[in-house]
């Protein structure tokens, strides 16, 4: 798996970080863009999922297909949404994803335990966008 | 959404080509001949009844009419022999249109012929030169020929029946033969109303001999299979199968043509691609994927998906000629489109697998194209000019392959001039309209999926192309609604950054101010994530917009357009055509906000009302502050909450993420005490004092719209800047009292007394209060509401002017400053509750305001005092016989009984009882009623008065009847203490219980002194009563005693007449003193009467008192 980029959106929609690998810095405002329009995907999958069975289950899978991309998704129980990028390869990697996920996730819950970071605010705090550049590395 | 302005005629060999006949199913080609349809009106009906009105339950056909004369296409001679020949290329161009359109599979002549007609030979010669001639042009083309008679009416062909019909049979048969055609392909076609069922049956026929004929041609093209090899002839392999696969639709045998499209597509694959096919191969390769997936979408549309996915997978990579390498992503941009196209005509997608999906993937490689075309190097023209490409013969084929073996390597020059030519074409292509198109198609497609949000980026896209298109006016159009506002209300500031970019050129370019202000606005907002050197442009922009002079020319302005746009715009400036810029602030993420509060939530009515304004910029340098007002809900206020600027002229300096802040007061008008004042608007004009140009930022309030972000403002002021709340709205209230208010009154309240309450007003203002109303209400007035009465200072008036009122007012003029006002209320009491009032007094006073003069305020104050109203006394009535038996309040008729009223007093002051009386029920006869027995008595807390009162209920009282006793009525008054105390004369009348009358058949009265002495004999008589109509039998007796001696009969029987008396008399001798038991008196009833024993022992007494 490579990870292309890592978005983590609030309950609101709106980004509270998007880290590009270095590789695709070039390709960052496309990447947003495309990370924008995957919500729409989330909101439907979410509507058809508060009618479903299992509620629980928080990854989302591939949201959307594009010629470049894989776009995979998360949401937690308070509707944050994590997106992940990868490069568009025929290989199967939900299971690396899944697990990429719930690190992901368990790392945002920690940044919650901080006192000085108000949820609904950007991400800025070094430590976090080191951790997520590290995983872009 | 516009689409290209213009669309090229495309050759077959251009990427882009598309055969249109391929997007529809092959229907049988069948040519009508010999209808006179503008001349004869049965061959008219005859030829819409062929082409017009079909039901669906018809077979598909492409009928066509042609005249006798009509030219077809010339057959091509037949190769028998492969060995040396080399094809030249897959599909021929005029292949599938030849078989749509030109030959048809069937030719029908129409020919008005009656088998009885009398110039039967002559016509049947025309008839038979018309075939022939038919036949002749058709030059060896398998179409099948038939004949359709037209007759005048129904004929029967019988070599065994009538006359008629043995001719029509011999008639038939040889006309075939003249003909040279079987009688089965002959049809008669009677023109009568059977008509139509008779052409129905004939279109079935000719749909059984098109059916033939293209069997015909599947076997032809088949048998070429055996001359061909495999490694030389690849190219006709695939000819071949995708001509049978042709022919088998037109046979309506679909998985018979997918199977064979499938086999020329495996064929196709085998065939080395390089730069001499490379277009080719591509282009047959998209129309046999078009041909499977459009066969495969009817049942299984995800096999069609992925079949169209692997296509492209296994021809992304044959690129071909390096200098057409434009060629490769145009034709990828038209595989993409072509299948969007053909998968909007087949279902309807899902958001996450749609068309527009395919748009979106053609639009790139356009994009793509457009790159690679930009790239093209310039050539001489004149060389170009000079080359004409050949029409080409086969899908995709360069033009300098024309005619070349493929195993032969085509002409180097040919070759230049055709790559120079085709270099050349692409240059002219206006690439930006080809993605525009698609992209519009995309939009168009994601619209019906609810994705708002790719719609919003590919709009992006699209602008993006409509800028290189010089479309700028399309692009504020597109951009500054619903895209805008979607970033903008989800927080995504780098894409509404991006749209603000092209936007504020577009905006330049097209010199549209106040678009290009709003953007400005935006863009400088500490939001934005443009960079400070930007900002401060940007800023320049503005601070010149404002000073009436050209903006900077935005960065992404294309160079050519710069100076004509700066001098239009200062043209613009120098005639001072800039009309007023006002700006919905809601709207937008400027770099300016603003928060109003009012100072508290309520003012009262003598209090100045505070308001303040804060305003905060987060641009990039100080900008000019001219205007501030605040639009209120009253109209006169909003004059007090305008900040202009100085008399000197100078605007106010909004720095830079500061927060400016202005306080606004004003007096409240009386008459808006007790309503509420909203703020509705703030508006800032920004802009230099002098000759600037003004420009008026609003906000509606309270904000709503794309709501206030919640990402905060940065920087350490944030924090202060967030503790800012609108507070929008005020209460304006009366002025706060300053009196003391109070009831007084003593506890608890008697019924029926007239209690009295003081109501004390003290004034404590520093002036005198006027206009005083004083209201006196009963809250939750009942059935049993006191009776209140005014007593205006005085007890003594009260009496002959009780109301029943739940509340009333009275008024004083004027209550000088520290006196205290005192009032009288008696109120009076009917029952036994507690009873709240509310004192409520309103007064009008004169308020200093220092500066804003005085005012003339009213203020209202209440007080509320609750009274417990409570029964004097507490009466106990109880009834027993006469000799103090308790009776349950049943009594016997015509015998005495007692009833006692015991009267306890429950209320705290001592009282005195002036008078009491019985009302007794004029059922009831009493026995003596004297004056009251408890008259003149005085009662303290809880003593307690008793009067007894001897009654009984005459006699022809109906048994069982139930009566009231009556009422015992008792006048008391409270004692008073002191001289000054006078207290009134109160009633009150307690309802005596109901009893219930018992009927006996007799009575039994002993008569007896009420005591005796010792050894004294004493008369003892027993009369007993007989109170029934009969005659009754009684047997009494008297037992033995201990304690006297007596004389008498000491058992007897006895009959009593109807309403008399028997009396059995007794001598009695006591012999001890005391209260003795007396001999037992016992009476038997000898008719059975009824178990009376009880009631007759209760008559009969049971000791007497003996004095010693």
């Known amino acids: ?137 | 959404m516009s689409e290209a302005p213009k669309i090229l005629e495309k050759s077959p060999n251009d990427p882009g080509f598309f055969p249109d006949d391929l997007s529809h199913r092959p229907r049988p080609l069948i040519f009508l001949v010999g209808l006179a349809v503008g001349e004869k009106d049965v061959h008219k009906r005859i030829h819409e009844a062929f082409t017009v009105h079909r039901s669906t339950k018809r077979p598909i056909t492409n009928y066509q009419l042609v005249t006798a004369t009509h030219e077809y296409p010339v057959r091509s001679k037949q190769r028998l022999n492969y060995e040396n020949y080399i094809p030249v290329g897959i599909i021929p161009t005029s292949w599938i249109q030849k078989h749509l359109h030109k030959l048809p599979s069937v030719l029908a002549l129409f020919y008005d012929l009656d088998w009885d007609a009398q110039d039967y030979d002559q016509k049947q010669t025309e008839v038979c030169s018309r075939v022939s001639c038919l036949r002749h042009s058709l030059q060896g083309l398998n179409t099948r020929i038939l004949l359709v008679l037209i007759q005048s009416r129904m004929f029967h062909a019988s070599h065994s029946g009538s006359p008629v019909d043995q001719l029509t049979a011999k008639r038939m048969t040889a006309l075939a033969q003249a003909c040279g055609i079987q009688v089965e392909q002959m049809f008669h076609l009677p023109y009568t109303e059977r008509m139509m069922d008779c052409i129905l049956k004939i279109e079935i026929s000719f749909m059984e001999q098109a059916m033939l004929y293209y069997t015909q041609r599947i076997k032809t093209v088949r048998a070429h299979k055996d001359l061909l090899s495999k490694p030389l002839h690849l190219s006709l392999f695939v000819r071949h199968q995708f001509k049978i696969g042709f022919f088998s639709e037109f046979k309506k045998e679909m998985p018979v043509a997918l199977k064979h499209y499938n086999h020329a597509y495996n064929y196709l694959l085998e065939i080395q691609v390089d730069n001499r096919n490379a277009l080719e191969v591509k282009m047959v390769a998209g129309i046999l994927n078009y041909k499977i997936c459009q066969l495969t979408f009817v049942d299984n549309p995800r096999q069609a998906i992925s079949n169209f996915k692997k296509h492209i997978e296994i021809f992304r990579k044959h690129e071909g000629p390096r200098s057409l390498s434009f060629q490769h992503q145009h034709w990828l941009a038209a595989e993409n489109s072509h299948f969007a196209r053909m998968f909007s005509d087949a279902l309807d997608g899902i958001q996450t697998l749609n068309p527009g999906m395919y748009y979106v993937i053609a639009s790139k490689h356009a994009k793509t194209r457009k790159d690679t075309s930009n790239k093209l190097p310039t050539v001489n023209s004149n060389s170009i000019t000079l080359y004409k490409p050949p029409n080409p013969r086969f899908y995709g084929q360069y033009a300098w392959r024309d005619g070349v073996p493929e195993n032969e390597e085509s002409d180097d020059t040919m070759r230049n001039a055709g790559v120079a030519y085709l270099c050349e074409q692409e240059r002219n292509v206006e690439h930006n309209w080809e993605v525009i198109g698609l992209l519009c198609r995309a939009v168009n497609q994601f619209k019906r999926y609810s994705s708002r949000r790719l719609t919003a980026s590919i709009k992006v896209q699209l602008a993006e192309e409509y800028f290189s298109a010089g479309e700028y006016k399309k692009i504020l159009d597109l951009l500054l609604g619903t895209v805008s506002l979607l970033f903008r209300g989800e927080h995504w500031w780098s894409l509404l950054e991006r749209v603000g970019e092209l936007c504020l050129c577009c905006a330049y370019l097209e010199k549209s101010y106040p678009f290009f202000v709003m953007i400005l606005i935006e863009s400088l907002s500490h939001y934005s994530p443009t960079d400070s050197t930007t900002k401060l442009q940007l800023q320049d922009s503005l601070e010149k917009f404002l000073r009436y002079q050209p903006p900077n020319s935005p960065d992404k302005c294309p160079p050519h357009l710069r100076e004509s746009t700066h001098m239009e715009w200062s043209n613009m400036c120098e005639a001072r055509e800039l009309s007023h810029v006002k700006l919905d602030m809601n709207q937008l993420a400027g770099c300016i906000e603003c928060k109003v509060l009012f100072d508290r939530d309520n003012f009262q009515a003598d209090q100045i009302v505070i308001l303040h304004v804060y305003v905060f910029s987060s641009s990039s340098r100080v900008l000019p502050l001219k205007n501030i007002s605040i639009h209120l809900s009253r109209e006169y206020y909003s004059e007090c909450c305008t900040l202009s600027p100085s008399q000197d002229g100078e605007s106010f300096m909004l720095y830079p993420y500061s927060i400016f802040s202005h306080t606004f007061t004003f007096l409240p008008h009386t008459h808006d005490v007790g309503s509420s004042i909203h703020a509705d608007s703030i508006h800032i004009e920004i802009g230099y004092s002098g000759n600037e140009h003004p420009v008026t930022l609003t906000w509606s309030l309270p904000p709503v719209s794309w709501g206030q972000p919640s990402i905060r403002p940065p920087l350490e002021f944030s924090k202060k800047w967030n503790r800012l709340l609108n507070n929008c709205s005020t209460d304006i209230i009366l002025r706060e009292p300053k009196i003391g208010l109070y009831i007084q009154t003593p506890s608890p309240s008697l019924v029926g007394d007239l209690h009295k309450l003081t109501l004390i007003l003290e004034n404590k203002e520093e002036s005198d209060i006027s206009n005083v109303s004083f209201k006196l209400e009963l809250l939750k007035p009942s059935e049993d509401t006191p009776i209140v009465t005014s007593l205006a200072q005085d007890l003594s008036i009260c009496g002959n002017r009780l109301e029943s009122l739940t509340d009333f007012t009275f008024k004083q003029d004027i209550i000088t400053a520290g006196e205290v006002a005192t009032r009288s209320v008696s109120v009076k009491s009917k029952s036994a509750s507690i009873q709240e009032f509310h004192l409520l007094v309103s007064y009008d006073i004169y308020c200093d305001l220092g500066e804003h003069g005085s005012i003339q305020c009213s203020c209202i104050k209440e007080c509320r005092s609750s009274i417990n109203i409570v029964y004097p006394f507490k009466i106990i009535p109880y009834l027993t016989t006469m000799r103090y038996l308790p009776l349950e309040l049943s009594v016997r008729s015509e015998e005495p009984f007692l009833l006692h009223l015991e009267t306890t007093s429950t209320c705290p002051w001592p009282l005195k009882i002036t008078d009491s009386c019985l009302k007794q029920s004029p059922s009831l006869e009493i026995a003596q009623l004297n004056d009251s027995q408890i008259q003149g008595c005085a009662i303290e807390h809880e003593e307690s008065l008793s009067e007894i009162f001897c009654m009984q209920v005459p006699d022809g009282q109906p048994a069982n009847s139930k009566f009231s006793i009556g009422d015992y009525v008792i006048k008391w008054k409270r004692i008073a203490y002191d001289d000054n105390e006078e207290f009134n004369e109160t009633t009150m009348t307690y309802n005596l219980p109901r009893v219930v009358v018992k009927d006996i058949p007799f009575i039994i009265k002993p008569v007896h002194p009420s005591f005796g002495k010792i050894y004294e004999p004493l008369d003892y008589r027993y009369v007993i009563f007989n109170k029934t109509l009969f005659v009754q039998e009684f047997e009494v007796g008297i037992d033995d005693s201990p304690d006297f001696l007596f004389s008498g009969i000491k058992a007897q029987s006895f009959n009593v007449l109807p309403r008399s008396e028997h009396t059995i008399s007794y001598c009695l001798c006591p012999t001890f003193s005391g209260n003795l038991k007396l001999p037992r008196f016992w009476i038997r009833f000898l008719r059975d009467i009824g178990p009376y024993e009880g009631v007759a022992n209760s008559m009969i007494p049971t000791h007497l008192f003996i004095k010693p």
């Open chain 1, 1 to 137: 798996m490579n990870p292309v980029c890592i978005a983590i959106i609030s309950n609101e929609n709106s980004p509270l970080l998007m880290q590009t690998s270095t590789a695709y810095k070039s390709s960052e405002l496309d990447l947003m863009f495309l990370a924008h329009s995957s919500l729409d995907v989330i909101e439907e999958k979410l509507t058809v999922r508060s009618t479903g069975v299992d509620q629980r289950e928080l990854y989302l899978g591939q949201l959307y297909p594009t010629e470049q991309y894989k776009i995979y998704g998360y949401v937690t129980n308070s509707k944050i949404k994590i997106l992940v990028m990868t490069e568009n390869t025929s290989q199967n990697i939900d299971q690396e994803v899944k697990t990429l996920f719930k690190q992901l996730h368990r790392s945002y819950a920690q940044l919650m335990y901080n006192p000085f970071y108000q949820p609904g605010d950007k991400i800025h705090f070094p430590s976090f966008v080191k951790y997520i550049e590290d995983i872009l590395k």
